[in-house]
């Protein structure tokens, strides 16, 4: 007699907590414009998300290794 092997499994899928359970909010200047934004420590996931409203700056760092994992910043990339 095989083994059933097809259980009722729980749902692995995580869904994204919008949450803000683990978030600590720090008013910054931005470093590309230099306008008051706001630095997001999203402690659960260790990263720091810092975004300019002003600019669309983006940056997007883990907390634990201080390497980038995404930046943007409006007119770096735009050479004219
Ligand atoms: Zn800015």
Redesign the pocket.
Known sequence: MKTKELETVPSQQKHENKDFKTEIIQKVC?P??G?K?ERHYICERQICRTS?A??D?LMINCTRTGKVIEAYAPGIYASK
């Open positions: 931005c590309n414009c306008s934004c300019c002003n600019c700056y």
